[in-house]
């Protein structure tokens, strides 16, 4: 996950804002000849598949994961390589991140507030301990962590915390680091306003402007999640999308709107309606024109200008719509921007105390790591399978067990083969 810390030397306050899990392939259009794409996406897809929160093993396997993750990795590799060749080679994300953190760190001081600014990523260079290296090298004492995730999530946000509370736990150091946490702000008037100045501007570029169907995608998270674990992302992603349309209304924009989720992986459910689904249900509906909105993302990515941009533009074509539209991430935005470092400002106050509030109504409130994981997380468990109890005949349960049993069959074998040294699938059938 990238984001950016505002540390404060001395009296000075900090500020570490979170984005996204991160990507290989950050700030060149190109790679060089020495990072090929495969290479990478099997490098950052290991690091991403061999945390619990990604991949959920029992506990009496987890000493599987590893193995598993690289499994994974590598039949994954090659498709992540060819979605990043798709767009340019290379992802934006790590560009565009260091272009927020500056634009963040500016407003800062703009509004009187003298903070750095790291950069911080979950799955990928520059790692979260890279970023709380440099804060103790440079003496912070104060320390705002701000996910650039709009809507909390116990598998994006919540995943950050978890790592920054191991962190801080496992270095007495940091222990005199006052620190708070602004868990998600969909709910601001200046993210709400800057969302919907993006899709007015992008609604008058349709001829039929009043005709255009606005099409809110947002990451989406297994269902387990939000129905076993409580995760709040769901209903905040509601809220925010209910808030952008009332925020349209005033500006007398009365289109129809939908919010789908994309970004699934694997046989088991996610939360629905799923894009694609929705997209075909659009065309059969008889839509023509649609504009895409990502929501949940405030920077361009693979996500973006890969998955939106060309595998559901060309679904919706083949659909029947033929105007399409892209609303643009909020990247650096100035009204974004600005709300950045008003929200970071808010919560400086906060920042050491263990006792939470409540800045703008948001669902999930400011508070310390600690205190945010006892309320979401208290066992710090594992996230639930995001799957059914096995059922007998031909139902998704069944099917989702099984694909686990021959995975689990595939690491047998492959552990026999690494440890003998021979093919035993060709050994058993001579």
Not at 155 to 181: C, P
Not at 401 to 425: F, K, P, S
Request: proline share 6%.
């Amino acid at each position: 996950m990238s984001g950016y810390t505002l540390p404060t030397r001395a009296s000075n306050p900090a500020c570490c804002s979170y984005a996204n899990t991160g990507s290989p392939f950050t700030g060149h259009a190109r790679l060089p000849r020495s990072a090929p794409c495969h290479s990478l996406a099997y490098g950052s897809l290991t690091t991403a598949q061999s945390r619990q929160n990604i991949i959920r093993l029992p506990r009496s396997a987890r000493f599987l994961q590893p193995i598993l993750a690289t499994l994974i990795s590598s039949l994954r590799a090659s498709k992540s390589a060819e979605g990043y060749k798709a767009i340019g080679g290379g992802s934006p994300l790590r560009r565009i991140t260091d272009e927020q953190a500056a634009a963040l760190a500016k407003a800062l001081h703009a509004k009187g507030q003298d903070a750095s600014v790291y950069v911080a990523m979950r799955y990928w260079k520059p790692f979260t301990e890279d970023a709380i290296a440099q804060i103790k090298r440079d003496g912070v004492t104060r320390l705002v962590v701000l996910p650039l995730y709009p809507q909390f999530s116990i598998s994006t946000s919540g995943s950050s915390l978890r790592l920054l509370e191991q962190i801080f736990k496992t270095d007495a150091s940091l222990l005199s680091l006052q620190h708070t946490v602004i868990p998600s702000w969909y709910q601001r008037k200046g993210y709400v306003s800057a969302m919907a100045d993006l899709i007015t501007e992008a609604l008058e570029k349709f001829d039929d402007q009043e005709e255009v169907e606005i099409f809110f995608s947002a990451h989406g998270v297994p269902l387990s999640y939000v129905e076993e674990a409580g995760d709040p992302y769901k209903e905040e992603m509601e809220h925010c999308v209910g808030l952008i349309m009332r925020e349209l209304r005033k500006r007398h924009v009365s289109n129809p709107h939908t919010l789908a989720y994309q970004s699934r992986v694997g046989p088991v459910e996610w939360l629905q309606p799923y894009t694609d689904d929705s997209i075909r249900a659009m065309g059969e509906r008889g839509v023509k024109s649609m504009l895409a909105v990502p929501i949940s993302f405030v920077s361009e990515h693979i996500e973006t200008l890969e998955e939106i941009d060309m595998e559901y533009r060309e679904l919706a074509e083949a659909s029947g719509i033929k105007n399409w539209g892209r609303v643009p991430a909020l990247n650096t935005n100035p009204t974004f921007i600005a709300d950045l470092a008003d929200a970071v400002i808010e919560a400086l106050p906060f920042a050491g105390s263990m006792a939470g509030s409540n800045p703008g109504n948001a669902m999930v409130p400011l508070g310390d790591v600690e205190s945010l994981l006892e309320t979401y997380d208290p066992e710090r468990r594992v996230l639930p399978m995001p799957m059914l109890m096995w059922q007998w005949g031909w139902t998704k349960s069944a099917e989702m067990w099984n694909g686990r049993i021959a995975m689990l069959a595939v690491i047998v074998i492959l552990l026999l083969e690494a440890i003998t040294g021979q093919g035993v699938l060709t050994k058993w059938v001579q």
